[in-house]
T-cell receptor
Framework: SQQGEEDPQALSIQEGENATMNCSYKTSINNLQWYRQNSGRGLVHLILIRSNEREKHSGRLRVTLDTSKKSSSLLITASRAADTASYFC????????????FGQGTTLQVKP | EPEVTQTPSHQVTQMGQEVILRCVPISNHLYFYWYRQILGQKVEFLVSFYNNEISEKSEIFDDQFSVERPDGSNFTLKIRSTKLEDSAMYFCASNGQASNQPQHFGDGTRLSIL
């Protein structure tokens, strides 16, 4: 079974609009992390939310976590063209090996 | 800000050949990882490494794969006899004092098997 399923797979919005991406996971987690990937580049960590947290903010980012539904959402407010990238959630389980399980990702296009 | 660096950025290899992908993690980090991303697919975990040994590996990481930290700075992934399906982006990552911290990724090596 796959973990970290995300929707939508692709999202196209106008600059200034908000973008919401959702992620589901299957096993218990220690934390859930969101990463951004620009085309042809590595992943950049955006935000981490622990399993005992429900909401977290960082600048224009807002992440929620619902452990009862095994789901998380990432909201980017007042989007900019520079936010165009792929966004991945990654679940960190209860093992202490650091293994991250990534979702399929959402490709976000922000039109100027 | 310190970075994870990977070389080469692109490696083209004939099927059946050995390939070594190199990574220099952030200097004070203790946990090291390799992931791969087949074109258009999600990032997949390969292996985690701590205290000079593998702490976890995935089903993908079979006997053809090995990792090594030969000195205090490099972390390498070796594929002994490459297959066409090994073509992918390979990402190295590291994190600091605890394995559940955010991971820092390199820009990856694009491996193309002909």
């Amino acid at each position: 079974s796959q973990q970290g399923e995300e929707d939508p797979q692709a999202l196209s919005i106008q600059e200034g609009e908000n973008a919401t991406m959702n992620c589901s996971y299957k096993t218990s987690i220690n934390n859930l992390q969101w990463y951004r990937q620009n085309s042809g580049r590595g992943l950049v960590h955006l935000i981490l939310i622990r399993s005992n947290e429900r909401e977290k903010h960082s600048g224009r980012l807002r992440v929620t976590l619902d452990t009862s539904k095994k789901s998380s959402s990432l909201l980017i407010t007042a989007s900019r063209a520079a936010d165009t990238a792929s966004y991945f959630c990654a679940s960190h389980g209860s093992s202490n090996t650091g293994k991250l399980i990534f979702g399929q990702g959402t490709t976000l296009q922000v039109k100027p | 800000e310190p970075e994870v660096t990977q070389t080469p950025s692109h490696q083209v290899t004939q099927m059946g050949q050995e390939v070594i992908l190199r990574c220099v993690p952030i200097s004070n980090h203790l946990y090291f990882y390799w992931y791969r991303q087949i074109l258009g697919q999600k990032v997949e975990f390969l292996v985690s490494f701590y205290n000079n040994e593998i702490s976890e590996k995935s089903e993908i990481f079979d006997d053809q794969f090995s990792v090594e930290r030969p000195d205090g700075s490099n972390f390498t992934l070796k594929i002994r006899s490459t297959k066409l399906e090994d073509s992918a982006m390979y990402f190295c990552a590291s994190n600091g004092q605890a394995s559940n911290q955010p991971q820092h990724f390199g820009d990856g090596t694009r491996l193309s098997i002909l």
